[in-house]
């Protein structure tokens, strides 16, 4: 051997540790065992070691939120009972047999849904039909509310004022 190997055995053997994963020079490392056997056992345990941290960080994440601070499910919304038989909305001044028929296709069938509907979408459905322009929904909903409430002299009385429905 030269002398500079044995310099750096000299060296390595200073550090037993140092000298067990690095030295290519002895035959054994330390305690009779390979160095490359020591190697490998240490990427081994560094491989473990970055798994537990991995596992750790995923299991204290705050990605994911505790059972606890979920929110709870929203009551469920309450769902207006359809009427058990529409009302003559023909009574209304202004809606028509055509009207009557369309208001029904839309879903409004009593006078409490005509007075509770809104005016948007009442135009929208005399647009959709075509009949923007010969019917004006702008007192359907208020005289479906005297309807509803049973007022029929303040109906009359109202009705009286109206020329096809229009004030």
Same mark, same amino acid.
């Given at each position: 051997?030269?002398?500079?190997?044995?310099?750096?055995?000299?060296?390595?053997?200073?550090?037993?540790?140092?000298?067990?994963?690095?030295?290519?020079?002895?035959?054994?490392g330390?305690?009779?065992?390979?160095?490359?056997?020591?190697? /490998?056992?240490a990427? !081994?345990?560094?491989?473990?070691?970055?798994l537990?941290?991995?596992?750790?960080?995923?299991? !204290?994440?705050?990605?994911?939120?505790?059972?606890?601070?979920?929110?709870?499910?929203?009551?469920?919304?309450?769902?207006?009972?359809?009427?058990?038989?529409?009302?003559?909305?023909?009574?209304?001044?202004? /809606?028509?047999?055509?009207?009557?028929?369309?208001?029904?296709?839309?879903? !409004?069938?009593?006078?409490?849904?005509?007075?509770?509907?809104?005016?948007?979408?009442?135009?929208q459905?005399?647009?959709?039909?075509?009949?923007?322009?010969?019917?004006?929904?702008?007192?359907?909903?208020?005289?479906?509310?005297?309807?509803?409430?049973?007022?029929?002299?303040?109906?009359?009385?109202?009705?009286?004022?109206?020329?096809?429905?229009?004030?």
């Amino acid at each position: 051997m030269s002398r500079e190997r044995y310099v750096l055995m000299g060296l390595l053997a200073s550090s037993p540790a140092l000298a067990a994963f690095t030295s290519p020079l002895q035959e054994s490392g330390w305690a009779g065992i390979p160095s490359w056997a020591w190697i /490998i056992a240490a990427m !081994i345990l560094l491989i473990l070691l970055a798994l537990l941290i991995w596992w750790l960080f995923l299991r !204290i994440s705050p990605e994911q939120p505790a059972l606890a601070a979920r929110p709870a499910a929203p009551p469920p919304s309450p769902q207006p009972t359809p009427p058990s038989e529409p009302d003559d909305l023909k009574v209304i001044e202004g /809606i028509g047999p055509k009207i009557a028929s369309l208001l029904a296709n839309a879903g !409004i069938t009593t006078f409490a849904q005509l007075a509770a509907a809104d005016m948007g979408r009442l135009k929208q459905i005399l647009k959709d039909a075509g009949l923007e322009r010969l019917a004006d929904p702008t007192t359907w909903p208020e005289q479906a509310r005297l309807a509803r409430d049973g007022d029929w002299a303040a109906l009359e009385k109202l009705q009286s004022e109206l020329k096809g429905g229009r004030r």
